[in-house]
C-alpha cells in the first residue's frame, strides 16, 4: 500500500485511482489484524511444549493472581472506554460541522489534487497577516 502511494503520488495519479482508494480502505484493519496474529502465535506457541509433555503445565502459565489479571482487565476496558469515546465524538463533530468552503462557491474550491487546491498552508488564508494599515517600526 505504501509503496503504490509512492508510485501514484510522484505519477500525480493518487487522487485519482479507484483501486487504490478501495485497497487503502480494505487495508485499514490490517494493524489490527497483525497485532491479533500475533498474540495468537505467541499464545498458541506455549501448547505444543506442554501437549507433548516437554513442558509441565505448571511451568506454561503465568505467574500472576486472578486478582492481577482482573485489575488489568478492568484498566484496559476503561481506557479504551476514554479513547474510543473521545474518538467517535470528535469525528460525529467534525461530520455535523460540515465542509467549508474558503471559496465564495464551491466550484472554485476545485477539490483534493485539483488545479486550485492551496498547496501550502497559508496559501488558503484570505486575510493579512500582517495589519499594513497600522504601519509598522523597523
Same mark, same amino acid.
Given at each position: 500500500?505504501?509503496?503504490?502511494?509512492?508510485? =501514484?503520488? #510522484?505519477?500525480?495519479?493518487?487522487?485519482?485511482?479507484?483501486?487504490?482508494?478501495?485497497?487503502?480502505?480494505?487495508?485499514?484493519? *490490517?494493524?489490527?489484524?497483525?497485532?491479533?496474529?500475533?498474540?495468537?502465535?505467541?499464545? /498458541?506457541? #506455549?501448547? $505444543?511444549? %506442554?501437549?507433548?509433555?516437554?513442558?509441565?503445565?505448571?511451568?506454561? &502459565? *503465568?505467574?500472576?493472581?486472578? +486478582?492481577?489479571?482482573? =485489575?488489568?482487565?478492568?484498566?484496559? %476496558?476503561?481506557?479504551?472506554?476514554? /479513547?474510543?469515546?473521545?474518538?467517535?465524538?470528535?469525528? =460525529?463533530? =467534525? &461530520?455535523?460541522?460540515? $465542509?467549508?468552503? &474558503?471559496?465564495?462557491? $464551491?466550484?472554485?474550491?476545485?477539490?483534493?489534487? #485539483?488545479?486550485?487546491?492551496?498547496?501550502? $498552508?497559508?496559501?488558503?488564508?484570505?486575510? +493579512?497577516?500582517?495589519?499594513?494599515?497600522?504601519?509598522?517600526?523597523?
Amino acid at each position: 500500500l505504501a509503496l503504490a502511494g509512492l508510485w =501514484l503520488r #510522484r505519477s500525480d495519479r493518487l487522487y485519482e485511482n479507484k483501486w487504490f482508494q478501495r485497497f487503502a480502505l480494505v487495508m485499514g484493519p *490490517s494493524g489490527f489484524i497483525a497485532l491479533l496474529a500475533g498474540w495468537f502465535t505467541t499464545e /498458541v506457541g #506455549r501448547q $505444543p511444549w %506442554v501437549v507433548y509433555g516437554v513442558m509441565r503445565t505448571k511451568d506454561a &502459565i *503465568s505467574p500472576v493472581s486472578a +486478582e492481577q489479571v482482573g =485489575l488489568t482487565l478492568i484498566i484496559f %476496558v476503561l481506557v479504551y472506554f476514554v /479513547v474510543f469515546g473521545i474518538g467517535i465524538y470528535y469525528m =460525529l463533530k =467534525l &461530520i455535523n460541522k460540515g $465542509p467549508q468552503f &474558503i471559496h465564495s462557491t $464551491p466550484q472554485e474550491a476545485g477539490g483534493v489534487g #485539483r488545479f486550485k487546491t492551496p498547496m501550502q $498552508p497559508l496559501s488558503a488564508a484570505d486575510e +493579512e497577516l500582517d495589519d499594513q494599515d497600522k504601519g509598522a517600526t523597523s
